[in-house]
């Protein structure tokens, strides 16, 4: 089991959480199944940027993101050098440390 560690975001997960998981499964379906109600507008079809998270440690364990990713994740609201689109990152053997940005670029969230 990998742990993951979402650390607090003030509306989608307050307190923080930490999370055991199956290496394979996506980082976004991993905070849906924890309850986490992570954004993911396009459905996890790489089609959009909601979902979009900062991997604040065991980002080299992930698998190299795809040209379709890169180019969507330019488009994403505070972009980092270890932003992924979390319906893209699979969780691998590595513990990781996962920030979900403060703000995202969907204009229709019910959330808002």
């Given at each position: ?23 394979g499964i ?14 993911h ?24 993101a ?6 969507l ?8 050098p ?5 319906c893209?990152?699979?969780?691998g ?20």
């Amino acid at each position: 089991m990998t742990r993951l560690t979402f650390l607090p975001h003030p509306q989608i997960c307050p307190q923080g959480k930490t999370i055991e998981v199956e290496p394979g499964i996506s980082i976004c379906d991993a905070a849906l199944n924890a309850g986490i109600p992570i954004e993911h507008a396009c459905e996890k079809a790489c089609a959009c940027t909601t979902c979009h998270v900062v991997v604040r440690q065991g980002f080299n364990s992930l698998a190299a993101a795809e040209e379709k990713e890169e180019d969507l994740l330019d488009k994403a609201w505070g972009l980092e050098p270890e932003s992924r689109l979390s319906c893209q990152a699979k969780v691998g053997d590595q513990d990781l440390v996962v920030e979900i940005p403060k703000y995202t670029i969907n204009l229709v969230s019910e959330q808002h």
